[in-house]
């Protein structure tokens, strides 16, 4: 899976025109797709075109899940960056009307597994059940993904003609979590095997859709079924790496024993992405210093407020947050003030890089750490503070620090949400963490958020396109 082949460029032909609006997608009964779905192969191929449209989709979450929070901020102020640090969005922007369309181009395509495998020959299909827990688990992430980010959106679950298109209506998030995203997680993880080999690394897992099971309950604040679903997760096997550095190291195998689940890139085959890129500083002594070739954009950048929250001695801080480097003679050179440059940056996507936006970093959507402090949060709410404390510690001692003790519940909250910072940003988590615990307007209203901006704008092109209030309003606010 870290080298997904052109064959997703074919699949992307074949099924539908990929750069087409969610309303504007082709019928599928068509030659092309019947022709398409015969064998185990084709439906395999399938499932890789699904992933490739996440790679796409993937290179903008930085935008939603961490621009969007108070652990990164553009400090050049340029384009959508900007906007989503300074809540000034519109409904026009051009990545809220491409995350729209990749993630219904993602949804489309799963349909049209899960209706085609259907009538599969099992002794054709052999991997039946595995290719349709794939597709369901693609497509649970996917609108996961979307109410998460626009809130009621189109429940499609079939295969759409142009005409049908035109009169789905926007769906109340409640359903679509009981309708879709749990149902499709509680089959996927009855398909799924526990772990692939060789070329089948990489694919959505047991363990994948446990844990995004564990998340959905978690967020819907179902804290007894989010503890039993983590708890499961906890009994396959994963282990946290002993060196947390490892985890961004790209020399190494990323497909580790922390690893559950990432949108995977490749370099050198147009499978890369602009991690590296974007994140890295204009400066041409860092840049040649990590290998980094190409453009540099300086984006993501972490505030003082994130240094300063890492306790002495917290082994994370230096790979999370930067203000320079040590060069070849162990010799620190810090970035300084320039009228062009910014002045920090994360490491985390730091990798030698051939081409400009060729980066080999895969994004991390489900580590096992992230797992543990979930489990650890639903363990305290549902009562169980002690025990949630020997997993918050797993997390907290791999860092370095002393382990948490005889604390009480409302401490243990506080510092679970503490310790989720600490270990996962800049890897698209906290501002989906503010929102879910209720906390984001009182953390980021004084960087200009308004109450109704737990969500993004509906993208003005589908607004105008169904151009019917009654079924397809705005977000309020955005109109």
Not at 175 to 188: C, F, H, Q, S, V
Not at 409 to 423: F, S, V
Not at 433 to 455: N, Q, W
Request: glycine share 6%; charged share 25%.
């Amino acid at each position: 899976m870290k080298k997904i082949t052109s064959i997703a460029l074919l699949t992307c032909v074949l099924m539908m025109a990929c750069q087409k609006d969610f309303i504007e997608l082709s019928p599928i009964s068509t030659t092309s797709t019947d022709v398409l779905y015969k064998t185990d192969g084709d439906f395999k191929d399938a499932m890789t075109g699904i992933y490739g449209v996440y790679q796409t989709q993937y290179e903008n979450m930085w935008l939603f899940g961490d621009m969007r929070g108070d652990d990164s901020w553009d400090e050049l102020v340029k384009g959508t960056p900007a906007a989503m640090d300074l809540f000034t969005i519109n409904n026009d922007d051009g990545v809220i009307r491409s995350t729209w369309r990749n993630y219904y181009n993602i949804i489309n395509r799963a349909n049209t597994v899960i209706t085609k495998i259907e009538t599969a020959d099992p002794a054709v299909v052999k991997s039946k059940d595995r290719h349709t827990g794939e597709a369901k688990f693609l497509r649970a992430l996917a609108y996961f993904d979307m109410v998460r980010i626009y809130g009621d959106v189109p429940m499609v679950t079939t295969p759409l003609t142009i005409e049908e298109a035109y009169t789905y209506g926007r769906t109340p998030v409640e359903r679509i979590y009981n309708e879709i995203i749990i149902p499709d997680l509680m089959d996927a993880e009855t398909k799924l095997s526990v772990k692939y080999s060789g070329a089948d690394v990489g694919r959505a897992t047991q363990g994948a859709a446990k844990a995004l099971l564990g998340k959905v309950y978690l967020t819907l604040k179902d804290f007894a079924k989010a503890e039993a679903k983590l708890q499961e997760v906890t009994t396959l096997g994963y282990a946290l790496l002993p060196n947390y550095n490892d985890l961004f190291d790209f020399t190494k195998d990323e497909h580790h024993s922390e690893y559950i689940f990432d949108i995977e890139y490749e370099q050198g085959i147009g499978e890369g992405n602009c991690f590296t890129t974007n994140f890295t500083p204009k400066d041409p002594a860092l840049a040649t210093f990590y290998g980094v070739t190409g453009g540099q954009n300086g984006a993501n950048n972490p505030p003082q407020s994130l240094f300063n929250l890492f306790p002495a001695g917290d082994l994370r801080k230096d790979v999370t947050a930067a203000n320079g480097h040590v060069n070849k003679d162990g010799v620190f050179i810090r970035l300084l003030p320039t009228s062009n440059d910014v002045q920090t940056f994360t490491r985390k996507y730091m990798v030698r890089l051939l081409a400009n936006c060729d980066s080999r970093a895969n994004w991390k959507v489900i580590r096992y750490a992230d797992v543990l402090l979930m489990y650890a949060e639903a363990l305290n709410e549902n009562g169980k503070t002690s025990e949630a404390l020997t997993y918050l510690n797993l997390v907290h001692q791999r860092a370095g620090l002393q382990p948490y003790a005889n604390l009480t519940q409302d401490q243990a909250r506080e510092n679970i949400y503490l310790e989720r910072r600490l270990e996962l940003s800049f890897e698209g988590h906290r501002w989906f963490d503010l929102v879910r615990t209720g906390k984001a307007l009182e953390v980021m209203a004084s960087h200009g958020m308004k109450p109704y901006m737990t969500i993004f704008p509906i993208p003005l092109s589908q607004i105008q396109l169904i151009n019917d209030p009654s079924i397809f309003p705005q977000n309020p606010g955005y109109d």
